[in-house]
């Protein structure tokens, strides 16, 4: 898969999963908290990615 197929499945669950993840535990936020939440997660996907392709086998 090319890398905007990966962005794109990502942004998509990391929208669904922030959506699913205030509406249960915080049900009236501010629809600005909760897109900050899927940026969040995002950037968070890709940090653990980075970590992971660079991790040093010694």
């Known amino acids: ?3 905007f ?3 794109f499945v990502r942004a998509i669950l990391g929208a ?3 959506v699913l993840l205030t509406r249960f535990f915080y049900p009236d936020t501010n ?3 909760v897109a900050g ?3 969040f997660m995002v950037c968070m996907a890709y940090f653990f990615e980075y970590l992971r392709k660079n991790k ?3």
């Open 16 to 18: 669904f999963f922030a």
């Open 31 to 33: 629809p600005v908290y």
């Open 5 to 7: 197929i990966i962005f």
């Open 1 to 3: 898969m090319n890398r």
């Open 56 to 58: 040093k086998t010694s």
């Open 37 to 39: 939440l899927g940026v």
